[in-house]
């Protein structure tokens, strides 16, 4: 069965950036929407942009400017880079495969999701 | 852009009952609507899509309905594990969320 594997630094310092890496396993990267989510601590669920077939990319408009979405179909990784972080960027961030159709949009596998900390 | 809000906040529900838990768009959205759980330190869980369509292996016990503006998740029977939260998500943005608790 497909899963996926975030990783990256747990702490990164403001004004940096954030780096991490979706690995997926049991299954081809190709034709899903590969998104990146995340979750301030307590708080609620925020789409910051997908991935399409190694190229088509839409991001969040609220972070455009500073997300970048890239995929390695060799080795069957996504990944997210997020510039210029402050402390508003802590959040848990989760790779999701996403899928539209008919039915709309929907994410229908997520990993289990980093914790990322910004701080000096 | 379409907002969505999800009520209440909070529901206490006591174990065996039913839970009724609502979506509201700032505009239609058609069926194209889907409903997750996430139980504590875990990440999200496809439960409905499409409105009303059951994503593989959820429990009959989940349904979801409604079209347009309005959204209801009901859970028939709340089992222990169905203590979590709700969100509502249509496209990219998601609802902030109902957390269903033990009464």
């Known amino acids: 069965q497909v899963q996926l594997q975030e990783s990256g630094p747990g702490l990164v310092k403001p004004s940096e950036t954030l780096s991490l890496t979706c690995t997926v396993s049991?299954?081809?990267?190709?034709?899903?929407?590969w998104s990146w989510i995340r979750q301030p601590p307590g708080k609620g669920l925020e789409w910051l942009g997908y991935?399409?077939?190694?190229?088509?990319?839409n991001y969040n408009p609220s972070l455009k400017s500073r997300v970048t979405i890239s995929v390695d179909t060799s080795n069957n990784q996504l990944s997210l880079k997020l510039t210029s972080v402050t402390a508003a960027d802590t959040a848990i961030y989760y790779c999701?495969?996403?899928?539209?159709?008919?039915?709309?949009?929907?994410?229908?596998?997520w990993g289990r999701g980093t914790l990322v900390t910004v701080s000096s | 852009e379409r907002v969505m809000t999800q009520s209440p906040a909070t529901l206490s529900v006591s174990p065996g009952e039913r839970a009724t838990l609502s979506c509201r768009a700032s505009?239609?959205?058609?069926?194209?609507l889907a409903w997750y759980q996430q139980n504590p330190g875990q990440a999200p869980r496809l439960l409905i899509y499409g409105a009303s369509t059951r994503a593989t292996g959820i429990p009959a016990r989940f349904s979801g309905s409604g079209s347009g503006t309005e959204f209801t998740l009901t859970i028939s029977s709340l089992q222990s594990e169905d203590f979590a939260v709700y969100y509502c998500?249509?496209?990219?943005?998601f609802g902030p969320g109902t957390k269903v608790d033990i009464k």
């Open positions: 998500q249509h496209i990219f943005t």
């Open positions: 991935i399409y077939n190694s190229g088509s990319t």
């Open positions: 505009q239609s959205v058609g069926s194209s």
């Open positions: 049991g299954g081809s990267i190709s034709n899903y929407y």
């Open positions: 999701a495969r996403g899928w539209y159709d008919s039915l709309g949009w929907y994410f229908d596998l």
